[in-house]
T-cell receptor, first 115, second 116 residues
Framework: KAGVTQTPRYLIKTRGQQVTLSCSPI?????VSWYQQTPGQGLQFLFE???????NKGNFPGRFSGRQFSNSRSEMNVSTLELGDSALYLC??????????????FGPGTRLTVL | AQKVTQAQTEISVVEKEDVTLDCVYE???????LFWYKQPPSGELVFLIR??????QNEISGRYSWNFQKSTSSFNFTITASQVVDSAVYFC?????????????FGTGTRLKVLA
């Protein structure tokens, strides 16, 4: 099976712009989560989608949004970029089923730099 | 509320030494899962182990072993005879089941440096 893929791998934007990141989960995985990783804050949970529905959201401002498509692919969008948004954005998928929290498999991440 | 604490920010050992990475968690849920992940310098997190709250058996996989103790809310990870390739950041994570939050909480990670 192919692993989790994320595009693009690297992105450079300027303040005020918006950005869309894409994630393709492992085939058959319907749960997709997004994380922001920065040196000082570790992995911070952004949101999780399952069957096109956002089931949970972390403590991030409304500038961060996401969606999931019927094929389980997911996108996250960040509007009005700020310098502090510079980070590695990780996508993870899992084969969730009720009562069993399976392990997540991570993609290589998208490194976003905001200038 | 969920919380995972990895108090060791960075550990340096010499090759072939044993090293234990600590993980302490907080949860009000009775059913939960614990995980360990490895993030090598290449950046991609690699899943190592999953343990549910009803299974307190320790696990050994090659040079890796895990000690789960509900009484102290700890899930520690030991690498025996460490190797340079073990150098990475290791993350412990917690996910509750019955609360229905469907999210995973990660610790801040422990950077392990294994020196040749």
């Amino acid at each position: 099976k192919a692993g989790v893929t994320q595009t693009p791998r690297y992105l450079i934007k300027t303040r005020g712009q918006q950005v869309t990141l894409s994630c393709s989960p492992i085939s058959g995985h319907r749960s997709v989560s997004w994380y922001q990783q920065t040196p000082g804050q570790g992995l911070q949970f952004l949101f999780e989608y399952f069957s096109e529905t956002q089931r949970n959201k972390g403590n991030f401002p409304g500038r961060f949004s996401g969606r999931q498509f019927s094929n389980s692919r997911s996108e996250m969008n960040v509007s009005t970029l700020e310098l502090g948004d510079s980070a590695l954005y990780l996508c993870a998928s899992s084969s969730w089923r009720r009562g069993v929290n399976n392990e997540q498999f991570f993609g290589p991440g998208t490194r976003l730099t905001v200038l | 509320a969920q919380k995972v604490t990895q108090a060791q920010t960075e550990i340096s050992v010499v090759e072939k030494e044993d090293v234990t990475l600590d993980c302490v968690y907080e949860t009000r849920d009775t059913t939960y899962y614990l995980f360990w992940y490895k993030q090598p310098p290449s950046g991609e997190l690699v899943f190592l182990i999953r343990r549910n709250s009803f299974d307190e058996q320790n696990e050994i996989s090659g040079r890796y072993s895990w000690n789960f103790q509900k009484s102290t809310s700890s899930f520690n990870f030991t690498i025996t005879a460490s190797q340079v390739v073990d150098s990475a950041v290791y993350f412990c994570a917690l996910s509750e089941t019955t609360s229905g939050t469907y999210k995973y909480i990660f610790g801040t990670g422990t950077r392990l440096k294994v020196l040749a």
